[in-house]
C-alpha cells in the first residue's frame, strides 16, 4: 500500500489549517485523514482479477495484440490503471492505460525472450491510497522469424503467382523434366512445352505435361560468426536476414514436395537437421533463437556437416566482405561443389548504397563515397573468387534476400540442377 499525492495533499492543507485552527482540530482532522487512507487502503488491496492474454508465439517485427482484461465488478469505486512492463528487445505501445491494456507488442530480436506480469495500480475510494496487484504470472513468449513474408512466398508459390523481379513469366513455373502426358494447349503455356508431331497429327496446338520433380533435398547452411553480427536497418542484423530467407525457402520446399534441412555454425556446428519432408516447420524451430557470436566461422568444418547422399541444393547465408575474410570459404567451397548445386548468399549494406547515392555536400561525404566504393570493389573480388570455386553467388537488398533465395531454388528445380 503507498499514499496517494491527493493524500500527501490533503496532510499539507492540514498541516496549514493548523496554523488557524488549532492543533486540536488540525489532530482531528488527521485523524480523520488516517481513518480515511485506512478505509482506501482495504478497498484498494482487493485484488482485481485482471487477466493477461497475448500470444505464446510472435514474429520478428511483426505486431502481436496484447490485452490485460479486469471484470467489470472490479472498478467500482476505484481508480485501476494498468501497466505492462518489458525489456529492450520488446516493444509495447501504449504500455499503460486506465481500465485495462489494449496495446500492439513488437519484438525486435529473435528468441526466447521473458515477459514479466502487469502491474496494476488499484486507487480506494477518494484516491488517497493505491496497492499495486500483478496480472499473471511471468511468461515466455518466442519470437520466430518474419513468418507471414514467408508464408506468402510459399503462398505465392503454390498458387503459380511468383514472379522473378524484372522478368516475364512464361507458363506455369517450373516446367520439371519427368513426361507425364499430353494434352490442350493452353493460352499460359511455353512454347518449349508444344509437341509438334502431336499438333501436326490432332490438327490442334497439343503441349506435353511434365511433372515438377519432388523428393529433392534443399539445406540451408546458416553462418552464425562474427560477421553476421553486422546490424542492418531497423536494429536487424545480417543473421536475422539469412533466417528469414532460410525460414522462405523451407516453406516453399513443404509446397513443392522437397526435404528440406539445415546446418547453423560458427567456430563449432550449432544445429543440425538432415533435410525431411515437410521439414519448413522444424527449420523454424531449430534456427529461430540462434545468435551470432563473436567468433571466426569454420565453413570447412559445417561443410562437412552436409551429409547428403543424393545431390541437393545448399544455400550457404554468410557474409563476402573482402577476399582475405572469403578466403576460408573459397577452399571449402569445393567441398560441396563436387556433389551438390552450391548458392553463397549474402545482403549488401544498404548505407553503402546510400553514400553512393547521396550527391555530396562536403569532402567528409567524398571520402565516404570513395571508402563505400573500396569495400564495393573488395566485396566483387570475393564473389569473384567464390564463383572460381564452383558456386553461385547472391547478393540483394536485406528486404529482398528471401525472395532471391527462393527464386535460385526453383530455378535450380526447374533446370534439373538437384
Not at 144 to 168: H, I, N, T
Not at 305 to 323: C, G, P, Q, W, Y
Not at 352 to 362: K, S, V
Request: charge should be positive; charged fraction near 25%; proline fraction near 7%.
Amino acid at each position: 500500500m503507498s499514499p496517494t499525492p491527493r493524500a500527501a495533499g490533503a496532510l499539507a492543507v492540514i498541516a496549514l489549517l493548523a496554523i488557524v485552527l488549532g492543533p486540536i482540530a488540525a489532530a482531528l482532522l488527521a485523524a480523520a485523514l488516517a481513518g480515511a487512507l485506512l478505509a482506501a487502503a482495504i478497498a484498494a488491496r482487493r485484488p482485481p482479477g485482471a487477466q493477461r492474454r497475448m500470444p505464446a508465439i510472435v514474429a520478428r517485427g511483426v505486431p502481436a495484440p496484447l490485452a490485460v482484461q479486469l471484470p467489470a465488478a472490479a472498478a467500482r469505486g476505484r481508480r485501476i490503471r494498468v501497466r505492462q512492463p518489458t525489456g529492450p528487445q520488446i516493444e509495447i505501445a501504449p504500455q499503460e492505460a486506465d481500465g485495462g491494456l489494449e496495446a500492439q507488442l513488437v519484438a525486435r530480436r529473435r528468441g526466447r525472450w521473458t515477459l514479466p506480469p502487469a502491474a496494476v495500480r488499484v486507487a480506494g475510494p477518494l484516491g488517497l491510497a493505491s496497492w499495486d496487484h500483478r496480472a499473471g504470472e511471468q511468461a515466455e513468449l518466442l519470437v520466430y522469424p518474419d513468418l507471414p513474408a514467408a508464408r506468402r512466398l510459399a503462398l505465392a508459390v503454390r498458387c503459380g503467382r511468383f514472379r522473378e523481379s524484372g522478368r516475364q513469366s512464361r507458363g506455369p513455373l517450373g516446367l520439371g523434366t519427368e513426361f507425364e502426358s499430353i494434352r490442350e494447349y493452353l493460352p499460359d503455356d511455353d512454347i518449349r512445352q508444344v509437341n509438334w508431331p502431336a499438333s501436326a497429327r490432332l490438327g490442334r496446338p497439343m503441349s506435353n505435361q511434365y511433372r515438377i520433380e519432388q523428393d529433392r533435398d534443399v539445406i540451408c547452411v546458416l553462418d552464425c560468426g562474427r560477421l553476421m553480427a553486422a546490424p542492418l536497418s531497423a536494429g536487424a542484423t545480417r543473421l536475422d536476414a539469412a533466417i528469414d530467407a532460410a525460414t522462405a525457402v523451407g516453406l516453399v520446399a513443404d509446397e513443392l514436395g522437397d526435404r528440406c534441412g539445415t546446418v547453423a555454425f560458427d567456430a563449432t556446428v550449432h544445429r543440425r537437421l538432415a533435410p525431411r519432408r515437410r521439414g519448413g516447420d522444424a527449420l523454424v524451430r531449430a534456427v529461430y533463437d540462434l545468435q551470432p557470436a563473436p567468433v571466426d566461422s569454420d565453413y570447412e568444418l559445417a561443410f562437412r556437416n552436409v551429409a547428403s547422399s543424393k545431390r541437393a541444393l545448399v544455400i550457404v547465408f554468410t557474409d563476402l566482405i573482402e577476399e582475405v575474410a572469403a578466403r576460408s570459404l573459397v577452399i571449402a567451397v569445393p567441398v560441396l561443389a563436387r556433389r551438390h548445386e552450391v548458392v553463397v548468399a549474402g545482403v549488401v549494406d544498404p548505407d553503402l548504397d546510400a553514400a553512393l547515392r547521396t550527391r555530396p555536400a562536403d569532402e567528409l561525404d567524398v571520402y565516404r563515397a570513395a571508402a563505400a566504393l573500396d569495400v564495393l570493389a573488395a566485396r566483387e573480388r570475393a564473389a569473384a573468387r567464390v564463383r572460381g570455386a564452383g558456386a553461385r553467388v547472391l547478393e540483394t537488398a536485406p528486404p529482398d534476400l528471401a525472395r532471391a533465395c527462393v527464386s535460385a531454388y526453383i530455378s535450380a528445380k526447374a533446370r534439373a540442377r538437384l
